[in-house]
């Protein structure tokens, strides 16, 4: 029976990044508050914070600096690259980049939880697996168009 309540739940979401035309990041409305407090600590704590070196965990976050605004964020490492190169995930947010070593920050404990951003697809949408992504290109700015930095409501189908 819970899981019928769960699968029918809806949310109030803003997207955030659209990765391709049937999948897409958001935030909660009610952690907009989290992502201010977030954004003010990190900009205190990871200018003075030690750059990383050594292995890298893929399960810990760190702070990363966004080539875009020169902002701090929480990010995950995806890969790595090479010895100064990292493929980071900004977890509240959902959007990737590649960031020197350099940009990447050790963060505090306090700031070491869940991402505020959670993934979505499009129900009953797929790419068709082998198809060239690039060829999805219009679809992935027409969802951008209807959902980037605007209000929207998910109704959740499944997990």
Known sequence: MDEEVHYSKVEDVIGSHVEDAVTFWAQSINRNKDIMKIGCSL???????SSVFGK????????GLFSEDKC????KVLKIISDEK??????DYG??????????????LDLQFSSVAKKYRLWGLQIPSGQEVTQFDQ???????LIFE????MRIKAT
């Open 43 to 49: 900009s205190e704590v990871c200018p003075h914070a």
């Open 139 to 145: 679809g992935r700015i027409f969802l951008g168009s």
């Open 72 to 75: 701090w964020y929480r990010c």
């Open 86 to 91: 990292c493929l980071v995930r900004y977890i």
């Open 56 to 63: 890298l965990d893929p399960k810990k976050i760190y702070g």
């Open 95 to 108: 959007n990737s980049e590649i960031l020197s070593r350099s940009d990447i920050a050790e963060i505090p």
């Open 150 to 153: 605007k209000q929207i409501k």
